[in-house]
Nanobody
Framework: VQLQASGGGLVQAGGSLRLSCAAS????????MGWFRQAPGKEREFVAA????????GYGDSVKGRFTISRDNAKNTVYLQMNSLKPADTAVYYC???????????????WGQGTQVTVSS
């Protein structure tokens, strides 16, 4: 399984970014997808998750109302639309794949390489 995240970059506070994560290696629609992030010196934390066909989504408290997760199973891709970005959102963002929908990091068995998001004040 390979997960390739992209779309990170430098943005000013209040701006937006859209992350993408392309998956390959096994039947994409059989798996839930999630986004996590890790800031320097901090533990990796849950950001968002989406079920196999997109019927269920979940968000971390710090991003609710600002971030939206979606997926396109025809393209084997999951997205994270990030709006109203804050400097506290600065982190490396990782996409991950799981057999079950949820927000526990231990559920996810395949991880992408991460993409850096930096929000300037």
């Amino acid at each position: 399984v390979q997960l390739q995240a992209s779309g990170g970059g430098l943005v000013q506070a209040g701006g937006s970014l859209r992350l993408s994560c392309a998956a390959s290696g096994r039947t994409y629609s059989n798996y839930a997808m999630g986004w996590f992030r890790q800031a320097p010196g901090k533990e990796r934390e849950f950001v968002a998750a989406i079920s196999r066909y997109g019927g269920s989504t979940g968000y971390g408290d710090s991003v609710k109302g600002r971030f939206t997760i979606s997926r396109d199973n025809a393209k084997n891709t999951v997205y994270l639309q990030m709006n109203s970005l804050k400097p506290a959102d600065t982190a490396v963002y990782y996409c991950a794949q799981s057999s079950t929908f949820g927000w526990d990091i231990s559920q996810y068995d395949y991880w992408g390489q991460g993409t850096q998001v930096t929000v300037s004040s």
